[in-house]
């Protein structure tokens, strides 16, 4: 009960402390809710020109979105903290963390909790309507189970990659490059349906990095699409993907720990 209540009063903390200045803090949900809304407008532009991409027609490239921004989301609340992960390795700060009797990985998460990525889940919402309007999908019991399970799964594989990218501090200090690349560029990959590329890319955004499973392969199981891809059980994928994604991700960040040294700042 100590160590959960301790989490919590850094939560809230955090949450405080982003609030303090609370021009500042409209002004960057206005800058988040512009981002998104300008890349719905390149999609709806796309499909506009094309009608559909690969196959893939509004209702089901919405659905694609959909599963994406809800798993991004909850991602955003919880793992932000990471992004300034080697701030703290730099600084010396992770010293401190150190001399606590709490998890390292759950303070570093606790003190930087972003209840900004709550937006996600309105645009999720605003999502999910366009994909009812264009798809009819029936959302029985069986469906709304899966479509929980695969936004957590998606969720736990981008929060693996935000440790992975994180633990990278551990070794060399500074990972702003390699952040930019593979927390924000990659996830443009998949705002679009994984069989407009090449099966060097469908692999690698399959078995190396597999941010195919967040909305792509479950998209099936949603849409009743039959399509060949490279096995028909990876529609199955994504929560198993996920945990076992981000326990490797817990793993790297434990022999990372094991590897630090301070920077004596």
């Known amino acids: 009960m100590f160590i959960d209540n301790t989490y919590l009063r850094l939560i809230l903390s955090s949450i405080q402390s982003k609030m303090e200045y609370r021009g500042s803090f409209y002004v960057f949900l206005l800058s988040i809710v512009s981002f998104y809304l300008s890349q719905i407008f390149v999609i709806v532009i796309m499909i506009y020109n094309f009608r559909s991409i690969q196959g893939w027609g509004p209702g089901e490239l919405s659905l694609l979105y959909t599963l994406f921004i809800f798993s991004y989301g909850i991602t955003s609340n919880v793992f932000s903290g990471l992004l300034f992960f080697s701030e703290f390795i730099r600084k010396g700060d992770y010293d401190r963390i150190l001399l606590r009797p709490l998890n390292t990985l759950g303070q570093i998460i606790s003190m930087n909790f972003d209840l900004t990525g709550l937006i996600h889940f309105g645009l999720g919402i605003i999502a999910l309507i366009l ?18 399970l695969t936004i957590i799964g998606g969720s736990l594989i981008f929060g693996a990659i935000r440790i992975f990218v994180a633990g990278v501090s551990f070794f060399a200090i500074k990972n702003d490059s390699l952040q930019h690349l593979v927390v924000f560029s990659t996830r443009e990959f998949i705002l679009y349906p994984l069989n407009i590329y090449n099966r060097f890319v469908q692999f690698f955004l399959t078995f190396i990095f597999p941010i195919g499973f967040v909305n792509y392969y479950p998209a099936h199981l949603f849409l009743d699409k039959k399509e060949a891809f490279l096995h028909p059980m990876l529609i199955y994928g994504t929560f198993p993907v996920g945990v076992v994604f981000f326990l490797l991700s817990l793993l790297f960040w434990r022999v990372g720990e094991k590897h630090y040294g301070s920077t004596g700042s």
């Open 131 to 148: 994909t009812h309007h264009f798809l009819p999908i029936e959302w029985d019991l069986k469906r709304i189970f899966l479509f929980v």
